[in-house]
């Protein structure tokens, strides 16, 4: 076991992680997505609108299917996983949100929620989960 | 290290288990809100709409401090851990979204994200994070 780190330098730790990871993530999607396979783990999970596809090869052929388009981030939340759930492997939880315009479709809110696990000094992906924002009539 | 089990056996597993959960915790939540704290592990960490707060006590108060409220679930994704990452710690992912109604005030689409671990049988929360929708000018 690990010693455990103080929560506090933790959570700022996350944050500074999380803030470089979306930074690089949504900069690789929107402009050089073939490089996005290289940020995810070999045993890599991804849900996207409720599809899964399971591996870093699968996950990156899926993602290049993908339409072009551009991410505007409005926010994210980053959390550290405390070392006695994962027995001492440094693990974040980053959940973001914002709006995103694919090709020839309407700009539509989304949110996306990521768990990284640093492999030798740096933030692998091993699951993702990306939903676009459902519009519902306001009562 | 645990024996790793069929990954296929472990989806199935993380989404009869993140289905039991999201009934309990938004039926907690809406009707019965003084008995969500228990569903918390004692060092879980919540952000909501980005306010941290630590802690089994401290979330179990600060969410008996939020107006009444109905939930309507429109989307869950779950997701396992493999054990690689967690030595053998059963650990899942949950997202959800939908849309919230809180005592005056309009409903709104919300989404949230769980993280849950295993503690002799019982699923505890360890990171939970919300977020309101942004509502945004469509292009």
Same mark, same amino acid.
């Given at each position: 076991? &690990?010693?455990?780190? +103080?929560?506090?330098?933790? /959570?700022?730790?996350? /944050? =500074?992680?999380?803030?470089?990871?979306? !930074? #690089?993530? @949504? =900069?690789?999607?929107?402009?050089?997505? %073939?490089? #996005?396979?290289?940020?995810? %783990? +070999?045993?890599?999970?991804?849900?996207? =609108?409720? !599809?899964?596809?399971?591996? *870093? &090869? !699968? #996950?990156?052929? @899926?993602?290049? $299917?993908?339409?072009?388009?551009?991410?505007?981030?409005?926010?994210? $939340?980053?959390?550290?996983?405390?070392?006695?759930?994962?027995?001492?492997?440094?693990? /974040?939880?980053?959940?973001?949100?914002?709006?995103?315009? @694919? +090709?020839? %479709?309407?700009?539509?809110?989304?949110?996306? !929620?990521?768990?990284?696990?640093?492999?030798?000094?740096?933030? *692998?992906? /091993?699951? +993702?989960?990306?939903?676009?924002?459902?519009?519902?009539?306001?009562?």
């Amino acid at each position: 076991m &690990a010693v455990e780190q +103080d929560p506090k330098v933790q /959570i700022e730790q996350s /944050i =500074e992680a999380g803030t470089k990871f979306c !930074n #690089i993530f @949504y =900069e690789h999607f929107d402009k050089t997505r %073939h490089r #996005i396979g290289k940020m995810y %783990h +070999d045993t890599a999970q991804l849900v996207w =609108e409720g !599809n899964g596809v399971v591996g *870093k &090869a !699968n #996950i990156e052929k @899926y993602l290049q $299917d993908l339409p072009g388009c551009f991410h505007r981030l409005d926010w994210f $939340d980053c959390q550290p996983i405390l070392s006695q759930f994962t027995s001492g492997k440094e693990t /974040i939880v980053v959940a973001t949100g914002g709006t995103v315009k @694919y +090709d020839s %479709h309407p700009m539509r809110g989304f949110m996306q !929620n990521f768990m990284l696990t640093n492999v030798d000094g740096t933030w *692998k992906i /091993i699951t +993702d989960s990306f939903r676009l924002q459902k519009t519902f009539v306001q009562s």
